[in-house]
């Protein structure tokens, strides 16, 4: 079969630890349909900055564009935190988002069933709740001019939010197709009642919604969808949003569920090039332990699978054995109920390669 | 004693039932406690629309900028929602916070004993949660410039977030004091890796920090803060943060608790100068019905009392007339678990004036 490249980002913290465990889960995927993978390491983020002098250097970038997917651990960490801004670890990450054209995250915040008890929230009013943020992920104010300057009353800072029309139309249309695909629901979350960008945002989505009857479209202001999350997390399909509103509402969508360290991400761009990697960040104050989760990015590997390569079956097969592993009772600490009985990283690697 | 001068909005939905029923409560303590109260009401929102073609008539203001408090039930209703941006409810909301300075919005997050059970949240996680959220109300993406324009890609819109040095210090200082009239602990919430107007924030409450050394601090970013709040509720006491922001935490904040039905909130501009309004919005559904809950803008007038008159015997009293009315097992259907058994939006203003 075909040859897939595939960019390999370990990065800080504990994303070394994790990505070890999907490369053998990689590797025996290969062994077992038949597929030829080729993986290519790149330093990015904090190791990147100490290493090259920045977090984006310009071989990891080519490497990333002649590979068909990328695959991250996790960056970041408190030794790079007071850097200046071209030195941080984010800077990258905002930098490949954009260099790379990943308009789109894709963030499903599902329950693991071994995980219902982890949540905060009441099991009854989790029962059932299995949604995607769909979050735009190259525009608005993470990417607008920002600037300083004296103003009348001192020093002043700006951002600026910036949506056009095209912009908004492919993440919408993807949204509504992937609506499509699952339960037929989709929530577009925006402030159209005080931003000019959320107006822009829901008139696209306006025009496009008679392209997709089947799908039943809600508008929800971003103040009241932070409340409707928690209020009754299971009526909610597809969400729908822009950049910031993206990040803040992924972020409590994914806690809600109590199996934050459990779940994957995609960034999309156009075609079927997309970065994967886990929900959760790089843990440094775990990080060489052994005590890392591998699972969330073992199944971002699944997800990479079945929207870059569309290997299906692969895909199921994996995220089979991830469920095959965590009913046989294996927990690494984390996750674990007792402690005592955690295994290690490699440990639930393994378990998850031999089920697969 | 002095006569207090109270601008009274009832406003659209259940406005005007919670504000009759706090306007009872405003007479009695009159009796009770000897004040003098003038109060003159005023038409806003999507009334004043309706009756004035503009949701903030001059005189409305002119009325509260010659009282010393405003009291304000809700505004809105899908009625106005499709109107032009001039023509809606919520432009009044802004213009009225602009107009009378209020740049700072408090919204207090209680768990009410008798409501526990109505959160989505397990209550051991809820158990003590008690916090503030304080939100600057008159700057940032609300606004900044906004327009729409031709793009490279089409048509484009663009929101502006501006923040000088002086609105945050005020804003930020308001904060730290609140904070040290309660459990010493203040949360900073922006997206400093991001944004160029939250790392002004960040270094004017850096500079400020060394002023108030009881106090606190930790610096929260945003999506981390949206987590945060549903993890470990009970461990925020202060939350400060700008506009928009603010917006989406302080109403995940008010639904945590469950009670966000019984929520008061003050805005408050310079000086002793406020207006004060339930969390809960103008329910349009329920209204006309006698089914709405008057606590909240019970509670609101309690505030008034406190922060703007420094009548702390009048706002205990009354918060005590509430709890002994809710100990006694009296529900609006709102909040009631046999509906059946639930009283009306008059009987439940009586019974708290009654208790008083
Ligand atoms: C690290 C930060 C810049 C980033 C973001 O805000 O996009 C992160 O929170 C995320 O969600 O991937
Ligand atoms: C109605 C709307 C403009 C308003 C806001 O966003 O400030 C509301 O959500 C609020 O919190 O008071």
């Known amino acids: 079969s075909e040859v897939k490249k595939i960019a390999v980002i370990a990065g800080d913290g504990i994303g070394p630890e994790v990505v070890a465990e999907a490369e053998k889960v990689l590797k ?24 090259r002098g920045t977090p984006l ?24 935190d007071n850097n200046p801004k071209e030195l941080r670890p984010e800077t990258g990450l905002l930098g490949i988002r954009k260099a790379l054209g990943l308009f789109s995250n894709l963030r499903p915040a599902v329950v693991f069933d071994c995980l219902k008890d982890a949540s905060t929230l009441k099991p009854e009013v989790l029962e059932g709740t299995d949604l995607m943020v769909v979050r735009e992920l190259t525009g608005g104010i993470y990417f607008g001019e920002k600037l300083r300057r004296q103003g009348e009353h001192g020093e ?11 912009e908004v139309e492919r993440i919408v249309r993807q949204a509504f197709e992937i609506a499509g695909k ?13 931003l000019e960008t959320s107006r822009l945002w829901r008139e696209v989505v306006n025009r496009l919604a ?8 809600e508008h929800v202001l971003v103040d009241n969808c932070a409340m409707q999350l928690l209020r009754r997390p299971s009526s909610f399909d597809v969400i729908v949003t822009e950049n910031m509103f993206g990040d803040i509402l992924s972020d409590e969508a994914a806690m809600l569920t109590g199996s934050i360290g459990m779940l994957a991400s995609a960034s999309l761009g ?15 104050d775990i990080a060489g332990q052994g005590l890392a989760n591998p699972i969330a990015t073992i199944l971002s590997l699944a997800l990479m699978f079945r929207m870059t390569f569309g290997y299906e079956n692969a ?7 991830v ?15 007792d402690k005592s009985k955690a295994i290690s990283t490699t440990e639930m690697g393994d378990l998850i390669v031999a089920a697969i």
Do not use: M
Request: hydrophobic share 40%; glycine share 8%; net charge negative.
């Open 270 to 284: 156009e075609g079927s090039y997309g970065l994967y990697e886990p929900v959760h960040g790089s843990a440094p």
């Open 210 to 217: 008679p392209e997709y009857p089947q799908v039943e479209l």
């Open 315 to 321: 895909a199921a097969a994996i995220e089979a054995a």
């Open 323 to 337: 469920a095959e592993v965590l009913d046989a009772g294996h927990r690494t600490s984390d996750i674990a109920v």
């Open 28 to 51: 025996r995927t290969e062994e077992l349909f038949g597929y030829t993978f080729e993986t290519e390491h790149a330093l990015f983020g904090g190791i990147a900055i100490d290493e």
């Open 182 to 194: 699952r339960r037929n629901k989709l929530a577009s979350v925006d402030k159209a009642n005080v």
């Open 156 to 166: 002043e800072a700006v951002d600026t939010c910036v949506y056009n029309v095209t």
């Open 57 to 80: 250097p310009e071989d990891t970038l080519a490497i990333c564009r002649s590979a068909d997917a990328v695959l991250l651990g996790a960056v970041g960490g408190p030794k790079w």
